[in-house]
Nanobody, 115 residues
Framework: QLQASGGGSVQPGGSLTLSCAASGSVWNINTMNWYRQIPGKSRELVAAMFNEGGTIYADSVKGRFTISRDNAKNTVTLQMNSLQPDDTTVYYC???????????WGQGTQVTVSS
């Protein structure tokens, strides 16, 4: 129902764009989000965007990452700039009524930042 793409490898300071499209039986979407997996811990919210345009960002990515949506197409994009090695992990798109408990998850996409 959610299909993510755009992961890859980049050097520190580089940029990547992640994209995610919702299709099929996806209902009651108020927020579309990006999470990432912290090794040994639960997934953490990276960014969320509400239908009306409001956004939430993790402190660690503020000023570097930008989330955007196309509500008509049910797509969400995460532009990641100034990437650092600590950003290396698997990123997941999600969607649902509330950002802190998404109803739908996409498959993960690997982001690797390394020199």
């Amino acid at each position: 129902q959610l299909q993510a793409s755009g992961g890859g490898s980049v050097q520190p300071g580089g940029s990547l764009t992640l994209s995610c499209a919702a299709s099929g039986s996806v209902w009651n979407i108020n927020t579309m989000n990006w999470y990432r997996q912290i090794p040994g811990k639960s997934r953490e919210l990276v960014a969320a965007m509400f239908n009306e345009g409001g956004t939430i960002y993790a402190d660690s990515v503020k000023g570097r990452f930008t989330i955007s949506r196309d509500n008509a197409k049910n797509t969400v994009t995460l532009q990641m700039n100034s990437l650092q090695p600590d950003d290396t992990t698997v990123y997941y798109c999600s969607a649902g009524v509330v950002y802190y408990s998404p109803d739908y998850w996409g498959q993960g996409t690997q982001v690797t930042v390394s020199s």
